[in-house]
Each structure stands twice: as structure tokens, then as C-alpha cells.
């Protein structure tokens, strides 16, 4: 099975890297306004940010068609702005409040939206790998020819029951895209202090599925990898590996003292590979944009982010009778 490193770059309309820009840009305030909202205990409890990952889910929804589904973990800000759901939902969860996505019940890392074919939102490590398994089985079943897009980490993909999926996976031929989003840490611990085989693309071998190491700090790239892995998918030939290489600016959450890593790495990041910066110079140099309208758009996701922030602070706190709703059930859900 083929184990290929970094696609080629397509050619690009102005408007869609405006779009990619946009939607990254999104995220990155988004989540600058939680982590103040954090900082002034509007938000409690866990909270890890994105910030510096923004081209890997940018550009996967790029590839993605409407009906696909898409998984992930606690670190799911930037996955659910963009697939489309409402900042104003997420801020309000995201504060306890009872206009966000879970009533203000899930909090950060327990949101779900049925519309957007979004399945959470998951605390525990490697647990929503099974699970988007059986999302893509569900698919399968139902002869459509959606994809679901399993979203993880680089300490994720050292557990076992990735890999018992990995197995079932490529035994059905299930439509599943495995992303490993490798930020090279988990939690304070860099990917070479507990990894064997630093290639995750490759451990997929022993299944006979395909993997691709994909630069996630390029937004275009990370597209056109999707694409070849959605199109794999579709086709019925089974699951996919994608493994794309990012860095988180912040620490693993809130409060991570972030002693493990040096500063001046962080910087260097920053200052040479940021993906947002990538797309702003491409849209300058290639004329494709102004800085003038690159200023408008800044105000313009600058005013979204605050409007979601006042929205979560208007929002009221849930009545304390909802802490007896959403338990269980109430009627066997029917097909999505
Ligand atoms: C089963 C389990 N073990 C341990 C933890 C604690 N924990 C939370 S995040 C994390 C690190 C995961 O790192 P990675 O998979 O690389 O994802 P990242 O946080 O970098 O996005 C750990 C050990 C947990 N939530 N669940
Ligand atoms: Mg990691």
C-alpha cells in the first residue's frame, strides 16, 4: 500500500483562499476570546485551544461534502466554527449557558449539532476513534456514500483501541478518514519522548491501509490531501490515514504551565510557519487582495466573535430543573 509524503498544491480562485483565510481567521479570534473569557471566569473547567491548528480543519471541510460527518476530541472549537455551527452556540456553551449547543450542560469539549452532522466533542483519549468507526459503519450500511472524517491526536494514536479499529475498519472497507492531528505533544509530553515509530502515516500498514504525511501548517495542502482521501473513501476502498503535521501555540489547556517547551520554539513557529499568515501573504503577493480588504475582513470576524461573546454573556444560566433533563433517551433515535 502506497505511503506518500505532502500533495501537490492545486490551483486556487481568489475567493476561495479569501474564504480559507476568513474561516481560519475565524477560529484563531474565536479562540483568543475564550481563552479571555477564561482568564476573567466566564469559562470554568477544561478548555484547550487551537490556536496554531486552524489549516488542518480548514482545509479537510474544504474536501468535505454536505452529509459527510465529522468526530473529534476535547480540543474542538476550531472543528465546530468550521463545519458551520454558530459561534453565538458555542461561546454560550462554552460559558455555561443556556443558549449553547448542550443548554450550557456539555461545557467545552461536549458539543454536538445533528444539523451539521457533528458528533462531538470527546474528553476521553482515543474514545471517539471507535466511534467514528462506527459513524462510517452506519454509512456503510445504509449504502450512502458519505465519509467520516475521525479527528485525534499524536498521544492518541499510541492506544490500542485505535488500532482494533484500525483493523475493523480496513476488515468492512468502512468510509472513515483517520486524522491524526500531530501537534507533537501530548500534554507536556513531545511525540519523540513517547513514540517508537515517529511516522504515524505508516501505522496503518499493518492493515492495508493507506496513509499520507500532510504539511498542516498549509491550508492548501491539507486540502488536496482531503480530497484524495474522500474520493479513496467514496469509492469504497476503505479507510484512510491522514497524518497532519501542526503545532499548538498555547499550552495543552488553561492551565498548562508549558514547561516542557522553550519559548523561542514557540516564536520560531509563529514566526515562520503560522498558517494564517501563509494565506495572508499568498492573497497580498498574488494581488488577489488588498490590505484594505484584508483590514475589512479582519473587523468583520472581529465583530462576529464579540457578538458571540455578548450573546454568551446575556444568556442566562440553566434552571435548575434541566439538571434533570437529557439523562436518558426519550425515543430511540432513527436514522440521522
Ligand atoms: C484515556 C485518557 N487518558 C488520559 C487522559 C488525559 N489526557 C487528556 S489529553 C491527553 C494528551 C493527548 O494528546 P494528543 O492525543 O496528542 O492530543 P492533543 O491534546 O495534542 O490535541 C491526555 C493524556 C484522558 N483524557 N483520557
Ligand atoms: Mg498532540
Excluded at 482545509?59 to 455551527?85: N, P, S, V, W
Excluded at 504515524?200 to 491550508?219: N, S, T
Aim: with cysteine; charged share 30%; aromatic share 8%.
Amino acid at each position: 500500500m502506497a505511503a506518500k509524503k505532502t500533495a501537490k498544491k492545486p490551483n486556487i480562485s481568489a475567493d476561495e483562499l479569501k474564504a480559507y483565510y476568513k474561516d481560519m481567521l475565524l477560529i484563531r479570534r474565536f479562540e483568543e476570546k475564550a481563552g479571555q473569557l477564561y482568564g476573567m471566569g466566564l469559562i470554568g473547567g477544561f478548555c484547550h485551544l487551537y490556536i496554531g491548528q486552524e489549516a488542518v480543519v480548514v482545509g479537510l471541510e474544504a474536501a468535505a461534502e454536505e452529509g459527510d460527518k465529522r468526530i473529534t476530541t476535547y480540543r474542538d472549537h476550531g472543528h465546530m466554527l468550521a463545519c458551520g455551527m454558530d459561534p453565538k452556540g458555542v461561546m454560550a456553551e462554552l460559558t455555561g449557558r443556556e443558549d449553547g449547543y448542550s443548554r450550557g450542560k456539555g461545557g467545552s469539549m461536549h458539543m454536538f449539532s445533528k444539523e451539521k452532522h457533528f458528533y462531538g466533542g470527546h474528553g476521553i483519549v482515543g474514545a471517539n476513534v471507535p466511534l467514528g468507526a462506527g459513524l462510517a459503519f452506519a454509512d456503510k450500511y445504509r449504502e450512502n456514500d458519505r465519509v467520516t472524517f475521525t479527528y485525534f491526536g499524536d498521544g492518541a494514536a499510541n492506544q490500542g483501541q485505535v488500532y482494533e479499529t484500525f483493523n475493523m475498519a480496513a476488515l468492512w472497507d468502512l468510509p472513515v478518514i483517520f486524522v491524526i492531528e500531530n501537534n507533537q505533544y501530548a500534554m507536556g509530553t513531545a511525540q519523540k519522548r513517547s513514540t517508537s515509530t515517529p511516522d504515524l502515516y505508516k501505522r496503518g500498514e499493518a492493515f492495508g491501509i493507506p496513509g499520507e504525511m500532510v504539511d498542516g501548517m498549509d491550508v492548501l495542502a491539507v486540502k488536496a490531501a482531503g480530497e484524495k482521501a474522500v474520493a479513496h473513501c467514496r469509492s469504497g476502498k476503505g479507510p484512510y490515514i491522514l497524518e497532519i503535521k501542526t503545532y499548538r501555540y498555547r499550552g495543552h489547556s488553561m492551565s498548562d504551565p508549558a514547561k516542557y517547551r522553550t519559548r523561542e520554539e514557540v516564536q520560531k513557529m509563529r514566526e515562520e510557519r503560522d498558517p494564517i499568515e501563509h494565506v495572508r501573504t499568498m492573497l497580498l503577493d498574488g494581488n488577489h487582495a488588498s490590505e484594505e480588504d484584508l483590514k475589512a475582513i479582519d473587523k468583520e470576524i472581529k465583530e462576529i466573535v464579540n457578538e458571540s461573546a455578548e450573546f454568551a454573556k446575556e444568556s442566562p444560566e440553566p434552571a435548575l430543573e434541566e439538571l434533570w433533563t437529557d439523562i436518558y433517551a426519550d425515543e430511540i433515535p432513527q436514522e440521522a
